[in-house]
Every structure is written in structure tokens, then in C-alpha cells.
């Protein structure tokens, strides 16, 4: 729907920034600048989350940008730039995890870009931030670890700005910056870039990683802003590279912002205002 104001709470906003569905079959619908429409098909009801000024535990901001149900049923929200959002279902308002100088245990920035829960790590929420690095947050302490990029040290993360965070099932943690891809040893937390084997010549992935899906084949794809989609092999050693804008190839006609596997094992692909891709 792109509503115009005749369909009620619906026509919040048509910038839709996700649609997910949680796991007791209600759907979540975020959009930029409208807040969050929260749709029950059992009930048939529809409730919006929005900015209240005078409500400290309505959204910090109606630009929401990612959504997340953790493995204990929590929904976890995140903004641009009103930080990170965790919601009291029985209340219907969020606590809110902002920024604050003052102590080193809280959100480095309030842009969130990412929400990530690995499998293995019930209880660690990773936060990719626009400009404040990367951040793990411990769900029963509350208190947040970030790493940032320091030009300096060579195992520091390659950007302020990561799109996105990644366990695949050989338990290797992939992070997506701006600068390209990199793995996280979270023993020692060092950062390193991701090398593959293209053209017989070891490299890195240079463009800005946004997506990543390990697809139950093994394969290992990544979205990246005006560089298509990359396929990295099962050893994760050799790439395919996919365009979807053959005429200028490193422009957003090639930007990867959505990736999805179907239940019949098919990969489809959203492309920034370029259309769905079917693999």
C-alpha cells in the first residue's frame, strides 16, 4: 500500500523501511519518518508507534530503520538518530538506549543501521551505528562495548560506519562497513578484512558491504552498495560477482538492500530503485 490518507493509521508513511513478522504471526512495518505500524491478522487490529514529544517512552524519533525479535520474544527497534529502542509489550512503550558522553558503557552513536543476534550468543545484541563503529551489548548487564576505527592499529574495524553483522554456521563473524567486509575475533577483538581469490590475485571486497546471507547450501552472499552482489564460494575463497545495471555498473542501480531466502531454497534480491531479482 502507498496510502494517501484515506486507510487511517496505514497512511503513516509510504517509505517502508521493513516488514518483518515476529513469532506470534504479527507483522511489524517500519517506515521512514511514520514510526512503526504493528498489524495482528488474528485480531485484525492495527496500533502505530510514533514520536510523542511529552512521552518518554514513545519512539525518539519516527525514522525508524531496523527491526529485530530476539531469541527471548523481544523486539528490539532501532533509529536514526534516536538510538536503540527495546519494547514493553504489556505498557506499549520503549526503553531507550541513547549515547552518553559521560560514561563509556553506553551506545557510541544514536544513528543504528544494524540489529544482530548470533545463534550462538543469546544474549549479545551487536549494533552497527552510522559513525560510532560497532557495538555489543550485553542484554543482562545492559552495558554496551563498542569498537571504533583507529587509523593507527592495523586490527582495528575499517569504518565508523557499519551496515551490518554476520555469523555463519562454521561460526565465522562477518561485519559490513562502509569500507568493505571484515571478520571479528571476538576472543581477542581483532578486526581483519576479508581476503578472496579473484583474477588468481588475493584482494579485499571494497565496496561498502550492507547485506549478508549464508543460504542453506553453504554459499555465503553479500550486498553491497554499487557493487552488486557477491557470492563467495563455500571455502570463501574464490567470488561471483552479480550486476543488475549493466550500462553504468558502479552506480545505486547496483545497490543491494534486501536479500531473502524462500522457502523452496530460492534467493531473491531487492535492488535500490532497480527493481526484485530472482536467483
Given at each position: 500500500y502507498a496510502p494517501q490518507g484515506e486507510m487511517g493509521l496505514w497512511s503513516s508513511c509510504p517509505h517502508v523501511k521493513f516488514i518483518d513478522q515476529d513469532s506470534k504471526g504479527a507483522y511489524w512495518i517500519g517506515t521512514y519518518n511514520g514510526g512503526i505500524n504493528h498489524y495482528d491478522p488474528v485480531s485484525n487490529t492495527l496500533s502505530h508507534y510514533y514520536h510523542e514529544p511529552e512521552n518518554s517512552g514513545s519512539l525518539k524519533s519516527d525514522q525508524v530503520y531496523t527491526f529485530l525479535e530476539d531469541h527471548q520474544g523481544r523486539i528490539w527497534i532501532g533509529n536514526l538518530p534516536g538510538g536503540l529502542h527495546k519494547l514493553d509489550p504489556s505498557l506499549h512503550k520503549f526503553k531507550i538506549y541513547t549515547s552518553d558522553a559521560n560514561t563509556g558503557e553506553s551506545l557510541s552513536n544514536n544513528n543504528i543501521m544494524g540489529i544482530y543476534e548470533?545463534?550462538?550468543?543469546?544474549?549479545?545484541?551487536?549494533?552497527?551505528?552510522?559513525?560510532?563503529?560497532?557495538?555489543?551489548?550485553?542484554?543482562?548487564?545492559?552495558?554496551?562495548?563498542?569498537?571504533?576505527?583507529?587509523?593507527?592499529?592495523?586490527?582495528?574495524?575499517?569504518?565508523?560506519?557499519?551496515?551490518?553483522t554476520y555469523e555463519d554456521r562454521e561460526g565465522i563473524f562477518y561485519v559490513g562497513t562502509e569500507a568493505g567486509l571484515d571478520t571479528l575475533n571476538q576472543e581477542t577483538g581483532q578486526f581483519a578484512p576479508y581476503k578472496i581469490i579473484e583474477n588468481n590475485q588475493h584482494s579485499s571486497i571494497s565496496?561498502?558491504?550492507?547485506?549478508?546471507?549464508?543460504?542453506?547450501?553453504?554459499?555465503?552472499?553479500?550486498?553491497?552498495?554499487?557493487?552488486?552482489?557477491?557470492?563467495?564460494?563455500?571455502?570463501?575463497?574464490?567470488?561471483?560477482?552479480?550486476?543488475?545495471?549493466?550500462?553504468?555498473?558502479?552506480?545505486?542501480?547496483?545497490?543491494?538492500?534486501?536479500?531473502?531466502?524462500?522457502?523452496?531454497?530460492?534467493?531473491?534480491?531487492?535492488i535500490f530503485q532497480n527493481g526484485l531479482f530472482e536467483y
Open positions: 548470533a545463534p550462538t550468543q543469546p544474549g549479545i545484541i551487536w549494533l552497527g551505528t552510522r559513525g560510532g563503529g560497532l557495538n555489543r551489548l550485553d542484554k543482562k548487564t545492559g552495558k554496551f562495548q563498542y569498537y571504533r576505527h583507529q587509523s593507527q592499529e592495523k586490527h582495528s574495524i575499517s569504518s565508523d560506519i557499519v551496515w551490518t565496496f561498502p558491504v550492507i547485506r549478508i546471507h549464508q543460504d542453506r547450501q553453504g554459499w555465503l552472499w553479500l550486498g553491497t552498495w554499487s557493487g552488486g552482489m557477491i557470492r563467495l564460494s563455500k571455502d570463501k575463497k574464490t567470488v561471483k560477482r552479480y550486476q543488475f545495471s549493466t550500462a553504468n555498473p558502479q552506480t545505486f542501480y547496483n545497490s543491494v538492500i534486501e536479500i531473502f531466502e524462500d522457502t523452496r531454497g530460492k534467493i531473491w534480491v531487492g
